[in-house]
T-cell receptor, first 111, second 114 residues
Framework: KQEVTQIPAALSVPEGENLVLNCSFT??????LQWFRQDPGKGLTSLLL?????REQTSGRLNASLDKSSGRSTLYIAASQPGDSATYLC??????????FGTGTRLTVIP | DTGVSQDPRHKITKRGQNVTFRCDPI?????LYWYRQTLGQGPEFLTY????????KSRLLSDRFSAERPKGSFSTLEIQRTEQGDSAMYLC????????????FGSGTRLTVV
């Protein structure tokens, strides 16, 4: 069974810092990997989707990379802002019907 | 198209009562998924539909849980005889048929069983 691990579990940074969130997965046979943001008590907002054939995707201050062979992905956030405070989840798609999630990294950006 | 809609946003119920949640997916998405998320954990798969057909159910979906998607549009998730362990966020997502498409999630229904 696919297992997804996210490190660190929690992270606090001062406003303006660049930061990296890590995601690793055990089975490299994936279709794609998706990064989500979740605010407390809310649903998931998709940030970036990387296909298995891609190496990275960018959206604004966010950049996600994928190294499928080593089972790793990173989410880079540039010039962090207090509004970036949330839990970030990565998920890998391995078939028609399932998306395996990590337990998330809880990010706090301190003004 | 306003995305995936879930109703209600919050539900508080007494143990032993039945509850039903609704999910309206993005109209052109033929795949619909239900997930459950407990505090501090990532979402866990419950079941999924392709059009009106329920194609897979997780072991997490006990006999007290039933899901339907009549006519391949909206879906309902019913929990009978609720237990305190059912307290969680229930998330619905939809996607297009192609495996390469990502999932779009709704805002979830927070269930509290007292």
């Amino acid at each position: 069974k696919q297992e997804v691990t996210q490190i660190p579990a929690a992270l606090s940074v001062p406003e303006g810092e660049n930061l990296v969130l890590n995601c690793s997965f055990t089975d490299s046979a994936i279709y794609n990997l998706q990064w989500f943001r979740q605010d407390p008590g809310k649903g998931l907002t998709s940030l970036l989707l990387i296909q298995s054939s891609q190496r990275e995707q960018t959206s604004g201050r966010l950049n996600a990379s994928l190294d499928k062979s080593s089972g790793r992905s990173t989410l880079y956030i540039a010039a962090s802002q207090p509004g970036d405070s949330a839990t970030y989840l990565c998920a890998v798609k391995t078939g028609a019907n399932n998306l395996f999630f990590g337990t998330g990294t809880r990010l706090t950006v301190i003004p | 198209d306003t995305g995936v809609s879930q109703d209600p946003r919050h539900k508080i119920t007494k143990r032993g009562q039945n509850v039903t949640f609704r999910c309206d997916p993005i109209s052109e998405h033929n795949r619909l998924y239900w997930y459950r998320q407990t505090l501090g954990q990532g979402p866990e798969f419950l079941t999924y539909f392709q059009n009106e057909a329920q194609l897979e159910k997780s072991r997490l979906l006990s006999d007290r849980f039933s899901a339907e998607r009549p006519k391949g549009s909206f879906s309902t998730l019913e929990i009978q005889r609720t237990e305190q362990g059912d307290s969680a966020m229930y998330l619905c997502a939809s996607s297009q048929r192609n495996f390469n498409y990502g999932y779009t999630f709704g805002s979830g229904t927070r269930l509290t069983v007292v």
